[in-house]
């Protein structure tokens, strides 16, 4: 079985490190459904010993889906080992075709976001500077620099001259490739300073916002180049010039306590320390200045549709959990009204996967925020990463209506209005 692994990284070595312009021609998305836990611990194998394939969702527990792309190279005898050793399903025969099908609903050169298209970093930091430049109570927060030099940019929206106003920090892009998350984000900016429904725009009457769309600016701009690239893109000491971290595992609570890597070439590769990748190390200096006045905290990823509480690095609760539960299965419902997109919530661990270092554990573990979670959003794997631009609006619809019901749930605990 070893040597088996180490054809696949040898094997993958070509095809991870060739070229400037990475393509998906011919590569296949499978869902594995591991039925016991010897399929299991295969698929646990896999990814640990991966080079060339590419998990889109990780092995975790028995009777969840894993998601797995494979190039061409790899669909002779390690495919069909796997395909005949578990349940499998074809979720797409050629991964390019896929992106092809998003690309041309990529945003116009000199057109505004329209959330009707995915916008490059220029286009997201443009309508940011836009929002700023149009409204007085709005700035954009450089917060430092990326690996790459380039800005990390917060943007904060306050009605009052005061400091003592409840906030609400939303995030989103810590991962390169979930293109719908700082669509989304920015949906909700927008929203937010001009929407119809009165109950959206009350809440930037009555609470600070605080707006990060793309956390890992670099790994963004990247996915112009690898549509499929997860992680930050900082150099490592790998002797593969492997680069990059995924920056939600390099938070530092509970930092690689599990459920993250420390081979710079894998996908989980959590970094050389906590907070050694700029972009984390920014967004928590920064959260500390304001972490005494927010009281909510949501960073927004993809995909599975799911509501995710604290903890990631176990399935420990803390002690208002179940309550928690309540309202995010409330919101979850608000969710499913518009479009009958149904959202599952619960616990990281249980309903991923163990995975310390992720930001909502540092939020929860050493500020105790009010409201921590993570969304992940559409879709639960048809397109997965490569949801088609015309997802962006409804997206965003549903997204809000489960917001609305949580800040319902904090103005009655701040005891607002």
């Known amino acids: 079985m070893k040597s088996w692994f180490a ?38 194998q896999l990814q640990e010993s991966n080079f ?26 390690t495919f069909e080992f796997l395909r005949k050793r578990l349940v499998s399903t074809v979720m797409s025969d050629n991964v390019q075709t896929l992106i092809n099908n998003e690309a041309r609903g990529l945003l116009q050169n000199g057109k505004a976001l329209n959330w009707e298209s995915y916008g490059t970093l220029d286009d997201i930091n443009e309508y940011l500077a836009s929002v700023a430049a149009s409204n007085s109570f709005a700035e954009v927060v450089t917060i430092g620099k990326s690996f790459e030099n380039r800005d990390l940019n917060v943007l904060k929206i306050s009605k009052s001259s005061g400091s003592d106003r409840p906030a609400i920090w939303l995030d989103g892009g810590i991962h390169a490739r979930e293109w719908i998350s700082p669509a989304v984000v920015t949906y909700v900016i ?39 690239w997860r992680k930050t893109r900082a150099t490592t000491n790998s002797p593969l010039g492997c680069r ?55 960073s927004v990823h993809s995909y599975s549709q799911y509501i995710l509480l604290p903890y990631g690095y176990s399935a420990e609760r803390y002690p208002d959990y179940q309550e928690w539960m309540r309202i995010g299965q409330a919101a979850a419902r608000a969710i499913a009204q518009p479009f ?22 540092w939020i929860k573990g050493i500020h105790d925020t009010s409201v921590v979670l993570a969304f992940e959003l559409r879709d639960t794997g048809r397109y997965g990463f490569v949801l088609p631009p015309d997802q962006i609006k409804p997206s965003g619809v549903e997204f809000l209506e489960g917001f609305k019901v949580l800040v319902r749930e904090l103005r009655t605990r701040l005891d607002m209005p």
Request: charged share 20%; proline share 6%; with cysteine.
């Open 7 to 44: 054809l696949i990284c040898l094997l993958g070595l070509s095809v991870s490190v060739l070229g400037e312009q990475i393509r998906y021609d011919n590569y296949k998305l499978l869902r594995f459904t591991p039925t016991n836990e010897d399929e299991l611990k295969l698929l646990v």
């Open 52 to 77: 060339g394939v590419i998990f889109w969702q990780e092995p975790s527990r028995v009777g969840r889906p894993v998601d797995v792309m494979f190039p061409p190279h790899l669909q002779g005898d």
């Open 190 to 228: 927008n929203e937010l300073l001009t929407s119809n429904d009165t109950e959206v725009t009350q809440i930037a009457e009555d609470f600070d916002l605080y707006v990060m769309p793309v956390m890992n600016p670099d790994g963004y701009v990247y996915t112009q180049t690898d549509r499929m």
């Open 244 to 298: 990059g971290a995924d920056a939600n595992r390099n938070w530092d609570y509970r930092f690689d306590t599990g459920g993250s890597s420390p081979q710079p070439c894998s996908d989980t590769y959590h970094g050389g320390s906590g907070f050694s990748q700029p972009e984390t190390k920014a967004a928590s200096d920064f959260y500390n200045t304001i972490g005494n006045q927010t009281k909510m905290f949501l």
């Open 340 to 361: 009958g997109t149904e959202f599952t919530v619960g616990n990281i661990v249980d309903l991923l996967y163990v995975s310390s270092g992720g930001s909502v554990d």
